[in-house]
T-cell receptor
Framework: QKEVEQDPGPLSVPEGAIVSLNCTYSNSAFQYFMWYRQYSRKGPELLMYTYSSGNKEDGRFTAQVDKSSKYISLFIRDSQPSDSATYLCAMSEIYNQGGKLIFGQGTELSVKP | DGGITQSPKYLFRKEGQNVTLSCEQNLNHDAMYWYRQDPGQGLRLIYYSQIVNDFQKGDIAEGYSVSREKKESFPLTVTSAQKNPTAFYLC??????????????FGSGTQLSVL
């Protein structure tokens, strides 16, 4: 079993839809949770960063962490064609372990006009 | 503009050949990383370096080598011992390992293919 599982998709939605992207994990020691967005053949860029459980909102994006269920989500409201990309979840046990960041497989999202 | 520059964008390797992927950053970051990305497998860590002249193996270091002679540069060599080198290679950096808001900055990647 992989430490982090993410539905690879592809996921196709109409413009304006609410998108839910999810990851599950097995390591209860994970404390830091991140979402990266990767456009085709480009490097990932950090979208959201949360510590422990709870919600974090940034514009149209909301990240949720449920440590009791070992489940994290990224919600995109009013999705736009420019949101079409691959979304990668990532997590780590403690903050100074950059070399130990564990990534999910990535979910490919397509937002149709 | 500050950032991470990877070159070349596309690279082809012949059987038995070693090839070197370049990664340069002008962000004054201490830590640098190399990841490999295969379809459906996310990013896997090859090597990382937290300081000049020091580096550690990641999860899939076999068949790869690195050097960190300068803070700005972290080249990756894919040796002939790496039997399945076709992948998208990503270089990343972060300001200070141990920071409370460590954020990885990525380059645009190098696609390596076998001839």
């Amino acid at each position: 079993q992989k430490e982090v599982e993410q539905d690879p998709g592809p996921l196709s939605v109409p413009e304006g839809a609410i998108v839910s992207l999810n990851c599950t994990y097995s390591n209860s020691a994970f404390q830091y949770f991140m979402w990266y967005r990767q456009y085709s053949r480009k490097g990932p860029e950090l979208l959201m960063y949360t510590y422990s459980s709870g919600n974090k909102e940034d514009g149209r994006f909301t990240a949720q962490v449920d440590k009791s269920s070992k489940y994290i989500s990224l919600f995109i409201r009013d999705s736009q064609p420019s949101d079409s990309a691959t979304y990668l979840c990532a997590m780590s046990e403690i903050y100074n372990q950059g070399g130990k960041l564990i990534f999910g497989q990535g979910t490919e999202l397509s937002v149709k006009p | 503009d500050g950032g991470i520059t990877q070159s070349p964008k596309y690279l082809f390797r012949k059987e038995g050949q070693n090839v070197t992927l370049s990664c340069e950053q002008n962000l004054n970051h201490d830590a640098m990383y190399w990841y490999r990305q295969d379809p459906g497998q996310g990013l896997r860590l090859i090597y990382y370096s937290q300081i000049v002249n020091d580096f550690q193996k990641g999860d899939i270091a076999e068949g790869y080598s690195v050097s960190r002679e300068k803070k700005e540069s972290f080249p990756l060599t894919v040796t002939s011992a790496q039997k399945n080198p076709t992948a998208f290679y990503l270089c990343a950096s972060s300001a200070t390992p141990g920071g409370t808001n460590e954020k990885l900055f990525f380059g645009s990647g190098t696609q390596l293919s076998v001839l």
